[in-house]
């Protein structure tokens, strides 16, 4: 048995008293009490019980290269993150009717990164908790509760949420999409209807207005557009050049909000950003965030403009039970303070400008890479049956995650046609570690 704790960590009597179960015993016992709708990476699944940097550990000592985690923003189990965690919680955690430094401090902090505009922050525990509040506050500034998204997102697992996402809505067990929304077409220069990119900004954005057009006016108008800033679930899509730009003016001409789901994209992975919107010269009404914002600690802010948050301020109170903790706050307070002190955002270009550079060139020899594209470390191999043709092939992008797993690297699949390999480490990750992972990505590559 491998002592699994990091030298900084203290004891715990309780966590030393839970068993050491086998990962089929954890399999078997998940299967009958733990939520069936969720399935495990891999066909064998991984146990992983220790994280530092860019690297996950199981409980043989076995190091994994984790090229997925895109929460663990500073790294696994970063010392400053945690010895932040761990000072406040053992100070004080209340909520936040008492006044308390950390959650000035962070609004503060965190409302310096962003346009001057958007300057009033509401604290919630998740990405879903924080486009769920949003949408209160879409339906209280305009009255409308029509929304525009965007084919293929993803904006959180909340009722309605999953209304307004079409990954969900249109998935499997899903309702298909309600009246109050309407989908534009996703702005993939790749396999979408507008393959030139000096044309798909417009192109899609004419979409976008479309899309408001269909929600017409009256109560069920278009109260507001919500676009992730990268696409994630879409396939690690990059928005083509002026795209947001006119399709935030169609919105705004008929009187609804643009919102930024930052949720995956925000803080710095961008690399030539901070903000991923930055990448399209706009200033969004409300911005959402959440996974990275505390580096795996649950947590989730949405920051808007002082007349939108006026609007939601009719009396009735929004109370968040742990939004906004000292805990949490001093977690965020400490990410903040690693991405600026270790210039992760710059690490988060360079390194991405060396991958994609190395990705380019395995496309070069290998046919089946139809596509590499991302900005910074948000990067997406598309997989292909046939180049010319633009054939997803699932089944071999999965293969390749099996494969990669077999040699130590964690990657994992996404997009409509899950072939898409999706790259989002920790922005720790290195040059080195980026070598590796080219280095071993072409063994695998070899042998398909
Ligand atoms: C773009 C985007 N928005 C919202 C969410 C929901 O966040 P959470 O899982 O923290 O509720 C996700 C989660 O995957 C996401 O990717």
């Known amino acids: 048995m491998i002592d699994i704790t990091h030298p900084y960590a203290p004891k715990s009597d309780v966590l030393a008293a839970v068993p050491a179960r086998s990962p089929a015993e954890l399999v078997e016992q998940r299967a009958r009490h733990v939520n069936p709708c969720l399935s495990l990476a891999y066909r064998e699944p991984l146990k992983i019980v220790r994280g530092s940097g860019a690297w996950l550990f199981d409980q043989h000592g076995q190091g994994y290269l984790d090229l997925v985690n895109n929460v663990c923003h500073v790294g696994h189990c970063h010392p400053r993150v945690v010895a932040a965690g761990q000072a406040q919680m053992a100070a004080l955690n209340t909520n936040t009717r008492y006044l308390h430094d950390n959650l000035v401090e962070y609004a503060l902090r965190l409302g310096a990164t962003l346009p001057s505009r958007l300057s009033v922050v509401f604290f919630t525990n998740s990405g879903t908790e924080a486009n769920d509040l949003a949408l209160r506050l879409i339906r209280a500034h305009t009255r409308r509760s029509g929304i525009a998204v965007v084919d293929h997102a993803y904006h959180g697992h909340s009722p309605a949420l999953v209304e307004i996402s079409p990954y969900k809505f249109n998935g499997s067990g899903g309702g298909g999409k309600p009246a109050h929304v309407e989908v534009a077409e996703m702005p993939d220069s790749y396999r979408g209807s507008c393959r030139d ?95 990275p914002i505390a580096n795996g600690h649950p947590m989730g802010a949405v920051v808007t403009t002082p007349e939108i948050a006026a609007s939601f301020a009719n009396g009735m109170e929004y109370f968040n039970t742990f939004g906004g903790n000292p805990v949490s706050c001093a977690i965020a307070l400490a990410v903040l303070t690693v991405i600026a002190d270790e210039q992760l955002q710059a690490q988060a270009q360079s390194v991405g400008e060396f991958l994609q550079a190395g990705l380019r060139e395995l496309q070069s020899r290998y046919e089946f890479i139809g596509d590499v594209r991302g900005c910074g470390l948000f990067l997406g191999v598309d997989i292909v049956a046939e180049r ?9 992008a999965r293969a390749l ?48």
């Not at 044309?199 to 109560?219: E, K, M, P, Q, T």
């Not at 899509?237 to 925000?266: F, H, K, S, W």
Request: one cysteine or more.
């Open 388 to 396: 010319a043709e633009r054939s997803p092939d699932r089944a071999r």
């Open 401 to 448: 995650v099996e494969a990669m797993k077999a040699r130590h690297v964690l990657l994992s699949t996404d997009g409509p046609h899950d072939n898409v390999l999706k790259i989002k480490p920790p922005l720790v990750f290195s040059r080195d570690n980026a070598s590796e992972f080219l280095q071993k990505l072409e063994s695998v590559l070899k042998r398909e």
């Open 197 to 291: 990119p000096a044309l798909a900004g417009r192109h899609y954005a004419r979409g976008v207005a479309d899309a408001i057009g269909r929600l017409g006016a009256g109560s069920q108008g278009a109260g507001g557009f919500f676009c992730e800033s990268l696409l994630g679930c879409g396939g690690q899509i990059v928005l083509p050049a002026g795209y947001l730009a006119p399709a935030y003016a169609a919105v705004r001409a008929t009187g609804g909000l643009c919102l930024a789901d930052e949720v995956q994209v925000g803080f710095g992975r961008a690399g030539d950003a901070f903000w991923a919107f930055e990448r399209q010269q706009v200033v969004p009404d409300i911005v959402t965030l959440g996974k």
